[in-house]
């Protein structure tokens, strides 16, 4: 697999010993992930400096200022891909369609409002690049990661520009929104230590690769599981019609606390996750 010898296990106490024996079992991925990652890939670096760049970028992920940051765009983007959507007169492919409105919602996490030139041309340059994440480092014309490196080395001109931009933006005092360019770019360790531009696009990218086809094919399969479940989609429906009612009738907008109320939503967004995420391992 990934042109190196491999061993599969499947007897759970053989999996429970490689697992738990991080001296002589270390996590690993292929060539091409490594190399594709960039200088500080949370695949490659070492065990201190993963930790680190974890404790770096958990607020600027996680934390509820972020989180909160996030929620209005991505319900505007939603919206308008409903009804963008419901006027179509012709059928389209879901798939297609969802994984154009995740890749504008995550670009807007990632790097706030672009123009359609740069949303576009980012998703077509990183479509090419995640081809060749999970595959064989073949740098010859004709196979992903070669094609990937190239879209690798657009898309770092992209990302830097932008950073670029934001910085000129904060100086001149003309700053917008925050979005996760700025929180990294803020970002300081214990000993007042920053990301560097290097840094933090290198970031970004990894985290287009860990969360866009994942999300992507999870809500997918959740709206699949919940069309061929009736019972499950009603009991969804009634969840969110229960919060709706307890909205005050000012509010506009969906709310973190409301979002932390979908219990049984939630339950089924882990169901679609754990069951059907695939990714694709092998590509030449």
């Known amino acids: 697999m990934f042109g190196c010898p491999s061993i599969i296990v499947c007897r759970p106490e053989i999996c429970r010993r490689v697992l738990t024996n ?40 996680n934390g509820h200022e972020a989180l909160t940051m996030y ?48 949303l576009w041309t980012t998703h077509n340059l990183y479509a090419d690049y995640r081809k060749g994440l999970m595959s064989m480092a073949i740098n010859i014309p004709g196979f992903a990661f070669h094609k990937a490196l190239k879209a690798r080395k657009k898309m770092v001109k992209v990302l830097q520009s932008i950073l670029d931009k934001k910085r000129e933006m904060t100086e001149s005092k003309h700053q917008g929104t925050k979005d996760m360019m700025d929180l990294l770019s803020e970002a300081e360790d214990e000993d007042g230590r920053k990301l560097e531009d290097e840094d933090i696009v290198d970031l970004i990218l990894l985290f287009l690769s ?14 699949i599981h919940l069309t061929e479940n009736p019972e499950a989609l009603r009991k969804a429906k009634e969840e969110q019609e229960e919060i709706i009612k307890r909205r005050p009738s000012n509010q506009i907008g ?11 939503l939630a339950k089924v967004w882990s169901f679609s996750v754990f069951q059907f995420f695939v990714i694709a391992l092998f590509q030449l």
């Open 254 to 264: 969906l709310k973190l606390k409301e979002i932390k109320q979908m219990e049984y």
């Open 71 to 118: 929620i209005q765009h991505t319900e505007d983007i939603v919206i308008d891909s409903f009804d963008e959507w419901a006027s179509m007169k012709q059928p389209f492919e879901f798939y297609t369609e969802i994984k154009k409105a995740t890749f504008k919602i995550m670009t807007h996490i990632f790097m706030g409002s672009v123009n359609d030139s740069t």
């Open 210 to 223: 860990a969360g866009f086809d994942s999300s992507a094919v999870s809500i997918l399969w959740a709206i």
């Open 22 to 61: 991080d001296e002589h079992f270390t996590l690993g991925y292929p060539e091409s992930t490594n190399l594709l990652g960039g200088r500080i890939s949370l695949h490659s670096v070492s065990n201190e400096e993963h930790k680190r760049l974890r404790r770096l970028i958990a607020s600027p992920i």
